[in-house]
C-alpha cells in the first residue's frame, strides 16, 4: 500500500508539473524534455526490447523534422500533436482489432489475465468493452481538440495533464465494477493485475 501511495504522489506530481510546465513555460527545455520524455523512452524501449531500429530511427525523425521544420514556433501545436495523436492511435489500434476473424483488444487482455479460459459471455462483454475504450479515445481526441480550437490554452492543458490519467484511471474503475455486476462468474482479480495486462498488451507492444 505504501508502494502504491509513493507511485500515486509521483503520477501527481508529474501530472501538476507537466500541467505547469505546459502553460508557463511552454518553450522551455525543462517543458519538451518533461512532457515529450517519457514517450521517447518508451518507443526507445519497445523498439530495443524487440530490435526496431527502423521503426524507432523514424519515430524519432519524424519528432525531429516536427521541431525544426516550424512547430517551434508553435509548441502548443505540438503538444496537441502528442496528446490528441496518442490517443487517436489507440482508438485505431484498438477498432482495428474488432474487424473480423480478429480478437477484440481487451478480450487478449482478458485471456491473459484469466488463463486463457472464458466463456461466450465473457467473450461477448470483452468486445463491448473494446468497443467502450474505441469511443473513450474518440472522446479524448474530440475534446483535445474542441479545447485547443476554442477555450484558453490552460483549459486544454488541464485537460490534457491534469484531467486525462484522472479519466483513465475512472475508466479502469468503472469497468472493473461493471465487469462483475454484470458478470460475477469472472474470476476476481486486483484491478492493478487488470492494469498491468492492459499495459503489457499487444497494444503496448507485447506479443
Avoid at 65 to 93: E, N, T
Avoid at 134 to 161: I, Q
Wanted: hydrophobic content about 60%.
Amino acid at each position: 500500500m505504501g508502494r502504491l501511495a509513493v507511485v500515486a504522489l509521483a503520477v501527481v506530481g508529474y501530472a501538476l508539473l507537466t500541467h505547469w510546465l505546459t502553460v508557463h513555460a511552454a518553450g522551455s527545455a525543462w517543458a519538451l524534455l518533461i512532457v515529450w520524455g517519457p514517450l521517447l523512452l518508451s518507443l526507445a524501449g519497445y523498439a530495443a526490447a524487440r530490435r526496431r531500429w527502423v521503426m524507432l530511427s523514424t519515430t524519432v525523425a519524424c519528432l525531429a523534422l516536427v521541431a525544426v521544420a516550424g512547430s517551434l514556433s508553435d509548441l502548443q501545436r505540438m503538444y496537441l500533436l502528442q496528446h490528441a495523436g496518442i490517443h487517436a492511435v489507440l482508438g485505431l489500434v484498438f477498432g482495428a482489432t474488432l474487424r473480423q476473424g480478429h480478437l477484440p483488444m481487451i478480450t487478449k487482455v482478458a485471456l491473459r489475465v484469466h488463463g486463457g479460459h472464458m466463456s461466450p459471455a465473457m467473450h461477448a462483454y470483452t468486445r463491448q468493452v473494446t468497443v467502450a475504450w474505441v469511443a473513450y479515445f474518440a472522446v479524448m481526441v474530440a475534446v483535445s481538440l474542441a479545447l485547443y480550437a476554442w477555450a484558453p490554452w490552460s483549459w486544454w492543458s488541464a485537460f490534457a495533464n491534469l484531467v486525462t490519467p484522472v479519466a483513465m484511471v475512472l475508466m479502469f474503475i468503472a469497468e472493473w465494477r461493471l465487469r462483475y455486476w454484470l458478470h460475477p462468474d469472472f474470476e476476481r482479480v486486483p484491478i492493478t493485475t487488470a492494469m498491468r495486462a492492459f499495459r503489457q498488451s499487444p497494444a503496448a507492444g507485447t506479443p
